[in-house]
């Protein structure tokens, strides 16, 4: 059976494109637009969940870590949809991570060192395993190397795993 494309589906596509463009502006806008204390109780339970654990009082920088978020998965759906060569998926991920890196060193957004340090750690994480995506494509062609350090790219998914989880008990234990 052979596969077409149906002119439903890129009316889905498109609108659902548009959704994924707007939401992270629209996000932005309310944020920015507010006049009002973000920590008023009417607001909190308003838009509240936008910027949970944000510092938002003395870093106004810190209202971008929810766009910027959004934008990060709409990156990230465009480079699926659009992109195929794996090298520019690949090169485009990492810089939205350093990008991110940078943002969480230099603005420090959340409203705790601990999840400041969880987010960044994470990302710094998550970095890397863009970097043992680069081991695993086709440009590398010792198969050998590529299965070693497999188990290096595995011990270290787990090292972070058990980590993340050991701070979240630690913080359901506080």
Known sequence: MRYTESPAGHIYGLILLLILTLCPIAVLC???????PLNHPYYRVRI????????????PLALLFTPLFLVRRLVFALLAVAANNVLVQLFVTMYASLGLILFYSVVWPMNDTTNN?????????????????????????????????????????AVNIVTNIVLIASTIVK
Do not use: A, W
């Not at 309310?30 to 009002?36: G, N, P, R, V």
């Not at 969940?49 to 870093?59: A, E």
């Open 30 to 36: 309310i944020l920015s637009k507010q006049t009002h």
């Open 48 to 59: 509240g969940t936008l910027y949970l654990n944000v510092d938002t009082v003395d870093k």
């Open 117 to 157: 340090v969880i987010q960044l750690g994470n990302e710094i994480f998550f970095f890397v395993c863009v970097l043992f995506m680069l081991i695993f494509t086709d440009y590398s062609t010792d198969p050998i190397k590529r299965h070693i350090i497999g188990y290096v790219y595995l011990t270290f998914l």
